[in-house]
T-cell receptor, first 113, second 116 residues
Framework: GAGVSQTPSNKVTEKGKYVELRCDPI?????LYWYRQSLGQGPEFLIYFQGTGAADDSGLPNDRFFAVRPEGSVSTLKIQRTERGDSAVYLC???????????FGPGTRLTVT | DAKTTQPPSMDCAEGRAANLPCNHS???????VYWYRQIHSQGPQYIIH???NNETNEMASLIITEDRKSSTLILPHATLRDTAVYYCIVRVGSHITQGGSEKLVFGKGTKLTVNP
């Protein structure tokens, strides 16, 4: 079946611009996660949704980062006033609420120039 | 912070078993051991998990010591496609968190290189 998809695969933006990154989870998965991965590091947790609500946003680095999941399926990660330090691969994962495994998408590589 | 310690890199010959160690000396009784791997330019891929018993699936075997302070992931016949970064993660089960985030806390993992 279809896995987690993320669009775009690559995004280049200028410092100060606004970007949106999209995640389509596996159909029927109620839990959705965003992670960020810098070069040479493991993924770092950003935010978790159970259904439509953000159940844990403790990993968001500051208030420039925001994520939504209005209908409990697709999620969008939004970054305002981008900075060069935001450059990273942004990963999305989904899981069944009662399952333990998270299934990851291929990621969006964000480059802020 | 990650609760696990892994060697930064390992090499293995193609066709041989790859044994990847992980130390998790502070693991709690309700924490599972998970293994994921990340092939270059891809998202992490779930491999296997266990609580205290050894586990085996079509990808790998997981051996957990009796005191649960360490574990070993075994790829029985490594291929070139198994070259990846392997992450060992400890995580509380969802039935314990009762609605917790169940987030994964990744360390730097072990870079496994399978050589022809």
């Amino acid at each position: 079946g279809a896995g987690v998809s993320q669009t775009p695969s690559n995004k280049v933006t200028e410092k100060g611009k606004y970007v949106e990154l999209r995640c389509d989870p596996i159909s029927g998965h109620t839990a959705l996660y965003w992670y960020r991965q810098s070069l040479g590091q493991g993924p770092e947790f950003l935010i978790y949704f159970q259904g439509t609500g953000a159940a844990d946003d403790s990993g968001l680095p500051n208030d420039r980062f925001f994520a939504v999941r209005p209908e409990g399926s697709v999620s969008t990660l939004k970054i305002q006033r981008t900075e060069r330090g935001d450059s990273a691969v942004y990963l999305c994962a989904s899981s069944k609420s009662t399952d333990y495994e998270q299934y990851f998408g291929p990621g969006t590589r964000l480059t802020v120039t | 912070d990650a609760k696990t310690t892994q060697p930064p890199s390992m090499d293995c010959a193609e066709g041989r078993a790859a044994n990847l160690p992980c130390n998790h000396s502070t693991i709690s009784g309700n924490e599972y051991v998970y293994w994921y791997r990340q092939i270059h330019s891809q998202g992490p891929q779930y491999i296997i998990h266990g609580l205290k018993n050894n586990e085996t699936n079509e990808m790998a075997s997981l051996i957990i010591t009796e005191d649960r302070k360490s574990s070993t992931l075994i790829l029985p016949h490594a291929t070139l496609r198994d070259t990846a970064v392997y992450y060992c993660i400890v995580r509380v089960g969802s039935h314990i968190t009762q609605g917790g985030s169940e987030k994964l806390v990744f360390g730097k993992g072990t870079k496994l290189t399978v050589n022809p």
